[in-house]
């Protein structure tokens, strides 16, 4: 316990599978665009666009960020609320991303045409996706989960890979490269608007809970001097409060693309001018008035 005390939460640590990783990643992405995607698509439609770049970038620096120091550390041993944000980098912002980053004609090579093809459709209809993935955010929760996850290194890296795989599920009907697999923008709302509920519950039960739910975070070492109940607290809040504003600014903005359009369509006072053809056509399908007989 006195070694402990004096432990220092700020020491580097090297996380070299998580660089081999990425630079996997980015050599394998940077192959199929240079190689592969050429030969994939038709004549004259790009291989990637500058979407697909941006968002493959963003996935990366938060694929990076989210598993190595200094959060990956603070989180795994000392405060829950960094291991919270490490999840919520994995399974919300990340995620989507990834889906953007991917063209169709990758995605279309990856999952092929046969089982693998029918295993997606079934596992990213809306109800399976959002079922499977937030039984998993419930799973990834639960005490001894937690208190045996952040002992064993390949627990937990077996969890976020679950927690980031069954998050592309439910991801894949708003940004999927399948664009027959995604809900309609109308539908788009709703779904996002289910997704931001479930999460209330496990962050009220850690911001009202009496006492410390995970023990392995009733450390004597403190980062900020924040307690093991504030750092709980923190946790559900960052859960909470973080995961609904995210969900809440894409439901905000798939409402008014969907509606937004039609109302300024239906309420422009700009109109087209007409053409002399289109003027002349009116005219010759049009009768002329008959003249009364006197």
Known sequence: MLAATFANPWRFQANPEVY??????????????????????????????????????????????????PIHQIGEDYLYSAHMLQHMMLSYFMPPLVLLATPTWLARLLVGTGRTWRIVVFMTKPVVAAVVFNVMVMVTHIPPVVNASVQSAPLHYSLHLLLVLTAL?????????????????????????????VPTVPAGWLTFAEGVVYSHYNEPVRVWGISPTDDQQLAGAIMKIGGSIFLWTLVVFYFFRRFATNWKEENSYRRKPLTFDEVKSEFDSTQAPSEKVR
Not at 23 to 52: D, E, H, K
Not at 184 to 197: C, R
């Open 20 to 69: 081999l990783l990425v630079v996997f990643l980015i050599g394998a992405f940077v192959y199929s665009v240079r190689v592969i995607g050429p030969r994939a698509v038709g004549p004259g439609q790009p291989v990637v666009t500058g979407t697909n770049i941006g968002c493959f970038t963003g996935a990366m620096v938060l694929l990076f960020a989210a598993s190595t120091w």
């Open 169 to 197: 599920l439910m991801w894949m009907p708003v940004v999927g490269p399948f664009l027959e697999l995604r809900l309609s923008d109308a539908a788009k709302p709703v779904y996002l608007f289910l997704q931001s509920i």
